[in-house]
Nanobody, 121 residues
Framework: QVQLVESEGGLVQPGGSLRLSCAAS????????MGWYRQAPGKQREWVAT???????NYADSVKGRFTISRDNAKNTVYLQMNSLEPEDTAVYYC???????????????WGQGTQVTVSS
């Protein structure tokens, strides 16, 4: 059993900052990649950022320069530092892990429960 638990989001003023975290627990041999997605009301879920186990990062153009993804491999935890937030960033944010549960299994993607981030004055 693998579970991904996200921190609480919240209400933030435009231009403000917020940090999200997501920790994986359960039967885990190794986490290979971690990422963040978001879904705004009435819109499709979109990819936000990804980080590999080695630390390589990639960002969607909409958040590049404002958001920073990081990870703690020892804690199986991924973070998303969100700066210069805009109303357009309002969405439910989901973490996503690529996990190998054991040497006898294949790699599988797991999702967090989602957390609401609202940017409004």
């Amino acid at each position: 059993q693998v579970q991904l638990v996200e921190s609480e989001g919240g209400l933030v003023q435009p231009g403000g900052s917020l940090r999200l975290s997501c920790a994986a627990s359960g039967s885990i041999f190794r986490v290979y990649a971690m990422g963040w997605y978001r879904q705004a009301p009435g819109k499709q879920r979109e990819w936000v950022a990804t980080i590999t186990r080695s630390g390589t990062t990639n960002y969607a153009d909409s958040v590049k320069g404002r958001f920073t993804i990081s990870r703690d491999n020892a804690k199986n935890t991924v973070y998303l530092q969100m700066n210069s937030l805009e109303p357009e960033d309002t969405a439910v944010y989901y973490c996503n892990f690529d996990i190998l549960r054991s040497l006898t299994t294949t790699r599988v993607e797991y999702w967090g429960q989602g957390t609401q981030v609202t940017v409004s004055s």
